[in-house]
């Protein structure tokens, strides 16, 4: 299970910071990631990283440079500090749990969905 939280309404500029719980199983082997959705839109890719081994993250080109995805082994939580947010960040930000990088930015395989939190940025 996947408990994403840390959304709010946040000023252009500022920042925010979303965490998400995983328990009820193991996901040490699995890449943990970040997703959103805006209003009409698709859902997109945000970021990712792989719980052990690989300290390697990954994010969209939009987001690079201005969001960190990060994790804290011993508290099963993975986060996304978003800084110099922009209105067009916001969305529903939902986090993710896939057996791969690939696969958690492109489907397929055992994956594990958080319900989305809400991040609103006003301009």
């Known amino acids: 299970q996947l408990q994403a939280s840390g959304g709010g309404l946040v000023q252009a500029g500022g920042s925010l910071n979303l965490s998400c719980l995983a328990s009820?199983?193991?996901?040490?082997?699995?890449?943990m990631g970040w997703f959103r959705q805006a209003p009409g839109k698709e859902r997109e890719f945000v970021a990712a990283?792989?719980?052990?081994?690989?300290?390697?993250?990954y994010y969209r080109h939009s987001v690079k440079g201005r969001f960190t995805v990060s994790r804290d082994n011993a508290k099963s939580t993975v986060y996304l500090r978003m800084n110099s947010v922009k209105p067009e960040d916001t969305a529903v930000y939902y986090c993710?749990?896939?057996?791969?990088?690939?696969?958690?930015?492109?489907?397929?395989?055992?994956?594990?969905w958080g319900q989305g939190t809400q991040v609103t940025v006003s301009s």
């Open positions: 993710k749990a896939a057996e791969s990088v690939v696969q958690l930015q492109l489907g397929g395989g055992v994956a594990y």
């Open positions: 009820g199983r193991t996901f040490e082997t699995f890449a």
């Open positions: 990283l792989y719980w052990s081994g690989s300290n390697t993250t």
